[in-house]
């Protein structure tokens, strides 16, 4: 989760800073998200939507889908993930565990939902400023 949580977090960034090239107040912004008050620190549902709430995106990912996956599996199986991940790396008694079946669907299911996700901030970027990003 550890990966997930750095990909959005540089996602917002990125998209901050192409969406206001320049604004020195930027900086300050970004540190309060990453580290201060407001820190992500978890890439669950909400803390997501609320970080996107700054683009301009809210509820976000209420625009999570794909082929065989609705958006309510989605956060489902996201949530899921994340309690899971904490339950295991904070030593929950007794231990979950997690088949091998299990960590690979949700490896796809982030990988999806990667790709979905820096696609609509990427939409939101063309919206705003007329470019889309080539990443």
Do not use: C
């Amino acid at each position: 989760m550890a990966a997930t949580e750095a990909f959005i977090e540089d996602l917002f960034a990125e998209a901050a800073h192409k969406m206001w090239p320049g604004d020195r107040r930027l900086k300050d912004y970004l540190e309060t998200i990453v580290t201060g008050d407001r820190a992500f620190a978890n890439p669950s549902v909400k803390k997501t939507n609320d970080l996107f709430f700054g683009l301009g995106m809210p509820w976000v990912l209420d625009s999570i889908r794909w082929q065989k996956r609705t958006n309510k599996s989605f956060k489902e199986s996201l949530t899921l993930l994340i309690k899971r991940r904490n339950q295991i790396a904070h030593g929950s008694k007794p231990r979950p565990s997690v088949q091998l079946r299990q960590l690979r669907a949700w490896h796809r299911m982030i990988a999806v939902y990667a790709e979905r996700l820096e696609s609509l901030v990427a939409a939101r970027i063309e919206a705003v400023t007329g470019h889309r990003p080539n990443w």
